[in-house]
């Protein structure tokens, strides 16, 4: 028997508890604000910008988005950054990836205040998730959101073996750390990762983050194991499918998410969430 790993039930109950912070903090006279900044008109990335403005309004944010010309220039974006440093009614601000060849993403991640990254990909905040520091701050959402899912199935990764593939600053370095602060032993493999499938085969919990559709299969897959898939990817009939074969994976795992439906409304919530905490951190000390 496998487990399907719910991340929209998960994400909803995720989302009640922040629409529910949100009215609290209202009342103490601070609205959580995002701005998601979006540079071009990538389609997909157009979408999810939407659904996060949405989100944000529906949990009752203030929630701009800034959507900025293909051709903007470095300098123009960085000022615009800074714009939203400086503004005490914006408590996160998101740079949608992917930027446009003229940009230069790390610059960006580091022009973002710390305090303000609800990314939680600054050298100061992953420094910190890395260094398991104590404290608040912001840690990558999709990461972030995965052990939230985690917690909601019982499935604990303490002295468990965990493979994560993939090694992004998205998502694959900060969920090999996060698995790590939480007692797990981590391999990160990737695509350089001599005999992958063998690696992958040890773990009690594999996390995919490769975007390679159908990479796994279910006779790389321990069985019993917990196995967290990451891909959004599209097959031959342009389907949305995941890094993981859902189908010979049934009967083998002891869990998995679905694509969709998995790990992707997860992000979103922990995203608001996020938000959120860093409104109550900035506002009001907490
Ligand atoms: N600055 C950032 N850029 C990007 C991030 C990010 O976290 N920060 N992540 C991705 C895109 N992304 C959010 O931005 C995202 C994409 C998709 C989903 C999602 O809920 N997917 C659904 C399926 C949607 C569909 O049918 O197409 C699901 O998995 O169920 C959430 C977040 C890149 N850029
Ligand atoms: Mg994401």
């Known amino acids: 028997m496998t487990t399907l790993i719910d991340g929209k039930a998960v994400a909803k109950q995720v989302n009640q508890a922040t629409q529910a912070e949100v009215a609290k903090l209202v009342e103490q006279g601070v609205q959580p604000g995002i701005v998601v900044i979006i540079v071009g008109a990538d389609p997909a990335s157009q979408i999810y910008v939407r659904n996060k403005n949405r989100k944000a309004e529906k949990l009752g944010m203030h929630s701009i988005v800034r959507e900025l010309p293909v051709s903007t220039t470095q300098a123009e974006l960085l000022s615009i950054i800074a714009e939203y440093n400086a503004d005490p009614s914006i408590h ?9 060849k003229q940009i230069n993403e790390p610059l960006v991640t580091m022009a973002i205040d710390p305090k303000k990254d609800v ?30 899912m985690l917690a909601a199935y019982d499935i604990d990764p303490a002295g468990k073996t965990a493979v994560v593939i993939g090694r992004s600053t998205i998502v694959g370095k900060p969920m090999a750390a996060l698995l790590t602060n939480a007692n797990a032993t981590v ?12 690696v992958a085969r040890t773990a009690d919990i594999l996390v995919v983050a490769t975007g390679i559709a159908h990479l796994i299969s279910g006779a790389d897959i321990k069985p019993g194991a917990t196995v967290i898939d990451v891909g959004m990817d599209r097959d031959e009939n ?18 998995i998410t679905p694509v969709p439906g998995g790990v992707g409304p997860m992000t979103i919530a922990t995203l608001m969430q996020t938000t959120v905490e860093l409104a109550k951190w900035s506002d009001l000390g907490e």
């Not at 890395?130 to 972030?144: I, K, L, M």
């Not at 342009?238 to 869990?255: N, P, R, T």
Request: glycine content about 14%; overall charge neutral; aromatic content about 6%.
């Open 119 to 148: 990314d939680g990909f600054h050298p100061t905040n992953v420094g910190k998730l890395v260094t398991n520091f104590p404290g608040n701050y912001p840690v990558a959402n999709t990461p972030r959101g995965i052990m939230t």
């Open 92 to 100: 996160g601000i998101l740079v949608q990836s992917p930027l446009p």
């Open 238 to 255: 342009g389907k949305l499918v995941g890094d993981v074969d859902f189908d010979s994976a049934q009967g083998i795992a002891g869990a």
């Open 187 to 198: 391999t990160i493999a990737h695509s350089r990762t001599a005999d992958l499938k063998a």
